[in-house]
């Protein structure tokens, strides 16, 4: 049985494609889980890809993959820069977490620039559009490598 990532998804990232096209590019999001599936299959991994607007339903699912699966890719979106709650879902268990961003936070607004989640996650991916997923993938597939 393949090991599981889960790939937990905040808020607005439903209407990516649509959704200011030049800074988070014309890409779907289930556009980006084929892509994100893809490449955890190359790896012998499967893929729990989830999206939601509610931060308390991402706290449970957080917890949930501390307990079910081998890595956790999180993109917050705007939960990342507010979200103390979410930052105590992932300090609470032991499965490593990468912080994913499509654009890069730092070249944006300043209020973007400080995460409440970077400090609790093994690493951060961000500015590579699509892309920073399936690093991120490759990031996991490793450290279970190594592990």
């Known amino acids: 049985m393949a090991k599981k990532i889960a790939v937990l998804n905040g808020p607005n990232l439903n209407l990516l494609g649509t959704r200011e096209p030049d800074t988070y ?3 779907s999001l289930s556009e980006i889980e ?3 599936t893809k490449q955890a299959e190359s790896h012998g991994l499967s893929v729990d890809f989830r999206q939601s607007n509610v931060e308390g339903e991402l706290v449970n699912w957080l917890q949930d993959a501390g307990k079910n699966c081998s890595g956790i890719i999180l993109n917050a979106a705007a939960y990342t820069h507010t979200s103390i709650a979410l930052h105590d879902a992932i300090a ?3 499965t490593p977490v990468i912080e994913v961003h499509l654009s890069n936070v730092f070249a944006r607004e300043e209020y973007r620039h400080h995460s409440f989640i970077s400090d609790v996650a093994v690493g951060v991916i961000c500015g590579f559009g699509a892309n920073g997923y ?3 993938v490759d990031a ?3 450290m279970l490598r190594d592990n």
Do not use: N, P
Request: glycine share 6%; net charge negative.
């Open 134 to 136: 399936v690093l991120a």
């Open 34 to 36: 084929t892509l994100t």
């Open 140 to 142: 996991i597939a490793s």
């Open 25 to 27: 590019g014309t890409m």
């Open 92 to 94: 609470a268990i032991d």
